[in-house]
């Protein structure tokens, strides 16, 4: 079975710029939740979807947003990019359900120059 | 807000030695995880507790959940090299449905 899959490894980015990171989720899992990890720090959740919709964000600003598409993968857009959003941005699906285990992909690496 | 606190943030053992990591929310969980994140990889999910005062083994490793729903533990008996790297609870918010992560035990391992 194939595991959670996100593109690209890694990404590039100066200031102000707009950046896309995919991610698609296990066969069978409808929920998709995005994670930012600093380097060195620990997880903050972002956003949360399910069947289509966004279930909850994190404490973020607006220009961080997605969607998932009706086969389940996510897409997580940030917009006018500032240094401080250089990260480890994880993707993590579980079954529909959010006290269900979540399996993390390995992660966008962007970085904001 | 809630909060989900772990301590230690680091831990040195030399292998073979025992090692903890405690993590203390400021509220009620319905449910904890713990991940293990391997240096330069992902978060991979350990395991679930459910009940309060629930433990759970999985070969060396021992989990716990507080009696009160608040507090949980990771232990591993006689540590290994192959057990190096980040311990993460997560546990999830009250009534949001966003999964808070602890800031992680970072264990080092000596041979």
């Known amino acids: 079975e194939a595991g959670v899959t996100q593109s690209p490894t890694h990404l590039i980015k100066t200031r102000g710029q707009q950046a896309t990171l995919r991610c698609s989720p296990i066969?069978?899992?409808?929920?998709v939740y995005w994670y930012q990890q600093a380097l060195g720090l620990g997880l903050q959740f972002l956003l949360w979807y399910d069947e289509g919709e966004e279930r909850n964000r994190g404490n973020f600003p607006p220009r961080f947003s997605g969607r998932q598409f009706p086969n389940y993968s996510s897409e997580l857009n940030v917009n006018a990019l500032e240094l401080e959003d250089s990260a480890l941005y994880l993707c993590?699906?579980?079954?529909?359900?959010?006290?269900?285990?979540?399996?993390f992909g390995p992660g966008t690496r962007l970085t904001v120059l | 807000g809630q909060q989900v606190m772990q301590i230690p943030q680091y831990q040195h053992v030399q292998e073979g030695e025992d090692f903890t990591t405690y993590c203390n929310s400021s509220?009620?969980?319905?449910?904890i995880q713990w991940y293990k994140q391997r240096p330069g990889g992902h978060p991979v999910f350990l395991i679930q507790?459910?009940?309060?005062?629930e433990v759970k083994k999985q070969k060396r490793l021992t989990f716990q959940f507080g009696e009160a729903k608040k507090n949980s533990s990771l232990h591993i008996t006689a540590t290994q090299t192959t057990d190096v790297g980040t311990y993460f609870c997560a546990g999830p918010n009250t009534g949001g449905f966003k999964t808070i992560f602890g800031a992680g035990t970072r264990l080092f391992v000596k041979a």
């Open positions: 066969s069978g899992h409808t929920s």
């Open positions: 993590a699906s579980s079954r529909s359900g959010f006290y269900n285990e979540q399996f």
């Open positions: 509220t009620t969980l319905s449910n």
């Open positions: 507790l459910v009940k309060s005062g």
